[in-house]
């Protein structure tokens, strides 16, 4: 286990003017007010605003990609409707709400790396499990850095998602804590060296349970039924105009082709005409990390599709009520969860980074409190062990999560560098954080940028956090003139604990 402070953040201005082999090359990219006039113009059925990734620069754009442009289909059969093969399916159907249980594994952020086929494999694979064990409370979790450096991506290169799902097949991937992922917040490619010396035992393996056929772009029935066994992985053409998305159904409307990405499809609506979607790009892009596009776009969502199932004679044990890297401060209710098991006695193993290890036993019910108060503070990491009641008895251990407690009150310190006082700016630069923070993580890490009479212009965030973070500054958009670039260091609580600001001239070319 490598803890949380060991994985640093650097993200280099040679990351940034590079173009990944996947990404078309263009120069400029569309300004939010462009995008929304356009979109009245032509009365779309989708929204466009200020987003996460809105104002980056077009190179930037093209590292959140990574999915082959060859992999996305749009031939064949792709957008028609067959009536009588779909009039027995639901007019809305969302594995986000099944009887009002939510079995979609939480939104996740791929930074600055094209490890979206990983994303979308791991998650799809962490949804179908939720699904077969009916675990409602993000019971499992996969390692996106393990699947993406030992399968044999790169961020520069991205990867196929047929590589992604047949690796899971062949070798299995372990949780998160066995890989905590950093390729994104680093901004390059990983050695799977760094992964857990014991990954392959902690490893789950996926049978393949659906794909479309070779070579033609699959249906619009097709691809509801194979959605009804659980989430897909499928291939997207991305263009300019996607990066605005705020809400509503997308349809490519303006903007260059920007390259291929992977995501995954969770649900359709009839209404709609549209597909709904997780993308791997945080809560502050789109719907709060999802999105609808309509099944007949040119992006080709639903094209090509994979889908993942369990193996045969499949069980485990589930540790649910805390997810990965969560900060405690509270007293908390875990749960076990057994799948085609028969528990005899199960314990709670919490190990610190010195491997002292403290069990508590859960109660009758499968429960039990785990209270930070009994712990120093610090990073942990919680598994359940159970021997089953069955003969002969068998030993059976869930995933592992990371958890950090806190008890004391957090503290922080930021510096920017790499940017001087009053500096000019007429181009894309990457200043540098340097962060403290005691006794565990921040929750993120934010600049924002004000211009010169205090107005709010400008808001960037890096969610992984470490002793230097690096976050991009694009002056484009930005009126010429003096403005203040605020740093903040932010607690769990979303309290800012410590910052720092300087002064700089956006200027012309």
């Given at each position: 286990?490598?803890?949380?402070?060991?994985?640093?953040?650097?993200?280099?201005?040679?990351?940034?003017?590079?173009?990944?082999?996947?990404?078309?090359?263009?120069?400029?990219?569309?300004?939010?007010?462009?995008?929304?006039?356009?979109?009245?113009?032509?009365?779309?059925?989708?929204?466009?605003?200020?987003?996460?990734?809105?104002?980056?620069?077009?190179?930037?754009?093209?590292?959140?990609?990574?999915?082959?442009?060859?992999?996305?289909?749009?031939?064949?059969?792709?957008?028609?409707?067959?009536?009588?093969?779909?009039?027995?399916?639901p007019e809305v159907f969302d594995w986000r709400d099944q009887d009002g249980k939510n079995y979609v594994t939480a939104v996740k952020n791929q930074g600055r790396c094209g490890s979206c086929v990983a994303f979308a494999a791991a998650s799809t694979f962490e949804t179908q499990l939720n699904i077969v064990t009916q675990s409602v409370q993000q019971g499992w979790s996969f390692s996106p850095q393990h699947l993406f450096s030992c399968g044999g991506g790169s961020c520069n290169a991205g990867w196929f998602p047929g590589s992604a799902v047949d690796f899971i097949a062949k070798n299995g991937v372990p949780e998160e804590a066995c890989f905590p992922y950093v390729s994104g917040a680093v901004g390059s490619d990983t050695s799977c060296k760094l992964t857990c010396a014991d990954s392959k035992s902690r490893s789950y393996k996926a049978s393949v349970r659906a794909r479309n056929k070779r070579m033609r772009g699959a249906s619009v029935d097709e691809v509801k039924q194979a959605l009804l066994g659980g989430p897909l992985v499928t291939s997207m053409r991305v263009y300019d105009d996607f990066y605005l998305y705020t809400g509503g159904v997308y349809r490519h409307q303006k903007g260059a082709l920007l390259g291929g990405h992977a995501v995954m499809i969770v649900g359709w609506n009839n209404t709609d005409q549209a597909w709904i979607v997780r993308n791997s790009?945080?809560?502050?892009?789109?719907?709060?990390?999802?999105?609808?596009?309509?099944?007949?776009?040119?992006?080709?969502?639903?094209?090509?599709?994979?889908?993942?199932?369990?193996?045969?004679?499949?069980?485990?044990?589930?540790?649910?009520?805390?997810?990965?890297?969560?900060?405690?401060?509270?007293?908390?209710?875990?749960?076990?969860?057994?799948?085609?098991?028969?528990?005899?006695?199960?314990?709670?193993?919490?190990?610190?980074?010195?491997?002292?290890?403290?069990?508590?036993?859960?109660?009758?019910?499968?429960?039990?409190?785990?209270?930070?108060?009994?712990?120093?503070?610090?990073?942990?990491?919680?598994?359940?062990?159970?021997?089953?009641?069955?003969?002969?008895?068998?030993?059976?251990?869930?995933?592992?999560?990371?958890?950090?407690?806190?008890?004391?009150?957090?503290?922080?310190?930021?510096?920017?560098?790499?940017?001087?006082?009053?500096?000019?700016?007429?181009?894309?630069?990457?200043?540098?954080?340097?962060?403290?923070?005691?006794?565990?993580?921040?929750?993120?890490?934010?600049?924002?940028?004000?211009?010169?009479?205090?107005n709010l212009v400008r808001w960037r965030r890096a969610d992984h956090t470490a002793d230097r973070v690096a976050i991009s500054l694009n002056p484009k958009g930005l009126v010429e003139g003096k403005h203040t670039l605020i740093a903040e260091a932010v607690s769990d609580e979303g309290n800012v604990l410590a910052s720092d600001r300087l002064e700089f001239n956006v200027t012309g070319d």
């Open positions: 286990m490598r803890p949380w402070f060991s994985l640093l953040i650097l993200l280099s201005a040679a990351l940034l003017s590079s173009t990944p082999a996947w990404a078309e090359t263009r120069t400029d990219s569309l300004s939010v007010t462009q995008m929304q006039t356009a979109l009245k113009l032509q009365r779309a059925s989708w929204r466009a605003g200020r987003t996460s990734v809105s104002d980056l620069a077009r190179s930037e754009r093209a590292l959140l990609l990574g999915a082959p442009l060859e992999d996305v289909r749009t031939d064949g059969q792709y957008g028609q409707r067959n009536l009588e093969l779909e009039s027995d399916l790009w945080g809560s502050d892009w789109g719907e709060q990390g999802d999105f609808r596009i309509a099944w007949d776009d040119v992006s080709g969502v639903g094209g090509s599709y994979y889908g993942l199932d369990v193996t045969p004679g499949f069980d485990a044990v589930v540790l649910e009520g805390v997810r990965d890297a969560q900060i405690l401060r509270q007293p908390t209710t875990l749960r076990l969860r057994a799948h085609k098991l028969s528990v005899g006695t199960a314990v709670l193993e919490v190990m610190g980074k010195n491997k002292s290890l403290v069990t508590r036993t859960f109660d009758a019910n499968g429960e039990l409190v785990l209270n930070p108060s009994e712990f120093a503070d610090g990073t942990y990491t919680a598994q359940i062990r159970v021997m089953t009641s069955s003969s002969p008895s068998r030993e059976k251990i869930s995933q592992a999560r990371l958890v950090h407690m806190r008890n004391s009150k957090p503290s922080a310190t930021i510096k920017i560098e790499r940017m001087k006082q009053n500096m000019n700016v007429w181009s894309t630069i990457v200043p540098h954080f340097v962060v403290t923070s005691t006794p565990v993580p921040l929750a993120f890490i934010q600049y924002r940028i004000l211009d010169v009479r205090g």
